[in-house]
């Protein structure tokens, strides 16, 4: 069954629309939709290559399709028929564009297509259930393969992402702390300047008072 239905601009992961009624029935919904997020932050940095995966993350799959600037993304149980999986994105991908395809560029807030929530409700009804006349016809259609759609592991994709980000923040962590090193030097050589020339100057200081006080005197 279609678990979670999630959509995203790929540009910068904005998420643009999802089913409000999704994961109701899915323990630690919250986590999966977190995982979802993860995906589309490293589709936006270019991390994943492929514009359609199947994903597997513990008893479900993430399918996910990417048409122009959007991301259309589900989840399903592992059992869910990966055919049925990626009609079904690509009956929400053809009328989501229909409906708002003209301003994807401009949404600048999260889920701006929130009502596109009624034709995800009425089309995941359609796939549930995998016996009916519709679904078994699909499932039959020569025209639509998804056998070359890669599989992967949620870890292994995911786990680039987190690999870059920890490379990132090594880098940035070794930055500041060549830029204290940099300072901390920079006092030290100062300091060490004031105590190798303050005799001289204290002496020096001393002779001009000495002899601004001699012709005072005189």
């Not at 929130?114 to 006349?133: A, V």
């Not at 490379?167 to 006092?187: F, G, H, N, P």
Request: aromatic share 10%.
């Amino acid at each position: 069954m279609v678990k979670l239905t999630m959509i995203a601009r790929v540009t910068d992961g904005l998420p643009l629309a999802e089913g409000l009624d999704d994961g109701r029935d899915v323990p630690d919904a919250d986590f999966y939709k977190q995982q979802a997020k993860s995906l589309f932050k490293n589709l936006s940095m270019g991390q994943i290559d492929a514009s359609r995966m199947s994903v597997e993350t513990g008893p479900y799959v993430f399918h996910y399709n990417i048409e122009g600037r959007v991301c259309y993304l589900t989840m399903c149980d592992r059992s869910y028929p990966k055919k049925l999986a990626f009609q079904y994105l690509e009956d929400l991908k053809n009328e989501f564009e229909r409906v708002n395809g003209s301003q994807i560029e401009t949404a600048a807030r999260p889920y701006a297509f929130i009502k596109f929530d009624t034709f995800i409700q009425k089309t995941k009804k359609l796939y549930q259930d995998t016996r009916t006349q519709r679904n078994i016809t699909k499932l039959n259609d020569e025209l639509y393969e998804v056998h070359q759609i890669m599989t992967r592991n949620v870890q292994e994709v995911l786990g680039v992402g987190e690999k870059l980000d920890q490379v990132s923040q090594m880098s940035s962590r070794l930055t500041s702390e060549s830029r204290i090193y940099a300072d901390k030097a920079r006092d030290l050589n100062r300091q060490a300047l004031i105590r190798k020339w303050a005799p001289v100057a204290i002496v020096i200081g001393v002779v001009i008072l000495l002899f601004w006080a001699k012709n005072k005197i005189w």
